[in-house]
Each structure stands twice: as structure tokens, then as C-alpha cells.
């Protein structure tokens, strides 16, 4: 069974960079056919898509968040990681890795909140 | 980006009754590229439908999608107790995708 786990800091300051970390077992992130994508819910609110990545490390973002972030993806640990630069109270939420099949999202992390705050 | 709308916003039911959630789009969806997800507080989003009507494994057949373009159906044919959570829609038909706000099926 896919299990993806969310990583990182729980508290970020106002201005600083958000880094998080998926790990992914039960699978590989360089399964052919694959995207691994992030998406985050501020609190009481919807869904939003940030981006996703290939195992090849091709990477398509909203355009929205696209001038503030950084995808990566590391096979060799079975990661894929998310910088979200100069952030601001706004970015409050909590943020899922998933695996994104065709478009849509088949299996999900559990989320982490992470609050912008000094 | 294609905005999509979901309503109601609250469904009030009781157990044993059909709900029928509406997911409508600013734009035609490629394909019929939409998804539906529950999600329960707390946790995250659990894929229901893909491709318009395409159950995902493991879903009971009481949940069943349909539509196509602009407008797009979820329907539960009997509520279990279980089935009371917040409802989306997505599409991913074009970039970047987009969810709707949600409706919540809540317990009358």
C-alpha cells in the first residue's frame, strides 16, 4: 500500500522560506506514468493545487505561487521536497504531498500545518 | 484557469436519503477530466470518482458520477453515516488545476 508522510517545520517566520518534505514507501516516486504533486488547505477553507514534479524532475506550478516556488525530487531517498519563498500569513495551511495520476490525486499524505507567524 | 462551482454549499439529509451534489464550471472540462473527493475533519481528501463516472478502487457503488462539459453530478444513492463530510470536485483537464469550495453533507 502507498503511504506518503509529510516533513518539516511546523512554524515559519513571516519573510522566510517554507521547505517540506514528502517521503514516499509502499511505491516508487520513479514509477513511470507519476507526478507527485502539493496541494494546501488554509485552515476552514478549500483546496488549492501548488504543483507538481516528475521523477525526472520536470515540474509545472500555479501560476499564482509560480515566482515563489521550488520543486525537487530525490529517488535515491524516495522524496520529493517544496520551497515556498517570502511567505506571508496568507500561506497558513495545511499542506498535502499526493501522488497525482492523469491529473487527479489517488493517494494522499495525512497534511501538516504549517502557520507563517513571528 | 477554469473556476468551478459547487452547490449547495450544505446538504442537509438523514441517513437512507439520495444526495445529489452539483459541480459546475466556468469553462468546458477536457475530457470529462474531473474528479471527486471526500474528506472528513481532520483528514485528508479520499479520491471517489475520476474521470467524470470512474469509481476508484474500493468505493462503494452507492457513489456514482456523471456529467460532462460545464456540469457535473455526484450523486450517493443511499447516505450511510459514514458519508456525512465535505465534498469537492477538481478538474484536470487544464492547467492549473482547480478545486471547487466544496459542499458539506451534513446530518438533518
Known amino acids: 500500500q502507498l503511504q506518503l508522510q509529510e516533513s518539516g517545520p511546523g512554524l515559519v517566520k513571516p519573510s522566510e522560506t517554507l521547505s517540506l518534505t514528502c517521503t514516499v514507501s509502499?511505491?516508487?516516486?520513479?514509477?513511470?506514468?507519476?507526478?507527485w504533486g502539493w496541494i494546501r488547505q488554509p485552515p476552514g477553507k478549500g483546496l488549492e493545487w501548488i504543483g507538481k514534479i516528475y521523477h525526472g524532475g520536470s515540474t509545472y506550478y500555479n501560476s499564482s505561487l509560480k515566482s515563489r516556488i521550488a520543486m525537487s525530487v530525490d529517488t535515491s531517498k524516495n522524496q520529493f521536497s517544496l520551497k515556498l519563498s517570502s511567505v506571508t500569513a496568507a500561506d497558513t495551511a495545511v499542506y498535502y504531498c499526493?501522488?497525482?495520476?492523469?491529473?487527479?490525486?489517488?493517494?494522499w499524505g495525512q497534511g501538516t500545518l504549517v502557520t507563517v507567524s513571528s | 484557469e477554469i473556476v468551478l462551482t459547487q452547490s449547495p454549499d450544505t446538504l442537509s439529509l438523514s441517513p437512507g436519503e439520495r444526495a445529489t451534489l452539483s459541480c459546475r464550471a466556468s469553462q468546458s472540462v477536457s475530457s470529462s477530466y474531473l474528479a471527486w473527493y471526500q474528506q472528513n475533519p481532520g483528514q485528508a481528501p479520499r479520491l471517489l470518482i475520476y474521470?467524470?463516472?470512474s469509481r476508484a478502487t474500493g468505493i462503494p457503488d452507492r457513489f456514482s458520477g456523471s456529467g460532462s462539459g460545464t456540469d457535473f453530478t455526484l450523486t450517493i444513492s443511499r447516505l450511510e453515516p459514514e458519508d456525512f463530510a465535505v465534498y469537492y470536485c477538481q478538474q484536470y483537464g487544464t492547467s492549473p488545476e482547480t478545486f471547487g469550495q466544496g459542499t458539506k453533507v451534513e446530518i438533518k
Open positions: 499526493a501522488r497525482q495520476y492523469g491529473g487527479f490525486f489517488d493517494y
Open positions: 509502499g511505491g516508487s516516486v520513479a514509477r513511470t506514468g507519476y507526478y
Open positions: 474521470g467524470s463516472s
